[in-house]
């Protein structure tokens, strides 16, 4: 059963043995510390129900909106691995990119691509004229 292949310590190894690698990006912790200068208050551009959100740049130079799961979150690798394997099947241009995921030790990371301000109403409303 595939819970079987992702309980190991090596998680890397065990979301690539999922055949997750082949959807998203799989980073390390330390790439993401990089990223973002160590998840620093600079780098913070958010925070919500998932947990905290970095600005980061990552080392192909894709700058890139970093989702640290929150500690309190009782997801499991399993659960993580599942949710990414359905959200990387969902392609839409209304929906913001996930690029790649981290899943090391306890962290949770979720990386998507970064829209800056204003972007996201760009993306969902293209060029649309409004008339006051
Ligand atoms: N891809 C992104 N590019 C730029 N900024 C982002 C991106 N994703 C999230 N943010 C910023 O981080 C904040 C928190 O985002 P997040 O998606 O975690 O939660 P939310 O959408 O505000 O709420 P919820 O967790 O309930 O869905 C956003 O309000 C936004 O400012």
Do not use: P, W
Request: proline share 0%; hydrophobic share 40%.
């Amino acid at each position: 059963m595939a819970c079987c292949f992702i309980c190991g310590t090596d998680t890397k190894q065990n979301i690539d043995a999922e055949g997750l690698n082949k959807k998203v990006k799989v980073f390390s912790y330390n790439e993401m510390r990089k990223a973002t200068h160590g998840f620093s208050g600079a780098s913070k551009i958010g925070e919500g129900g998932f947990g905290s959100v970095f600005r980061g740049r990552l080392r192909d130079g894709t700058i890139a909106a970093v989702k640290v799961l929150s500690a309190n979150s009782r997801q499991g690798i399993q659960e993580f691995v599942n949710e990414l394997a359905a959200i990387s099947d969902i392609v839409h241009e209304n929906l913001i990119k996930l690029i790649g995921c981290c899943a090391e030790g306890s962290h949770r990371i979720l990386v998507y691509n970064y829209l800056e301000n204003n972007s996201l109403a760009h993306t969902l409303l293209g060029n649309m004229i409004f008339f006051a």
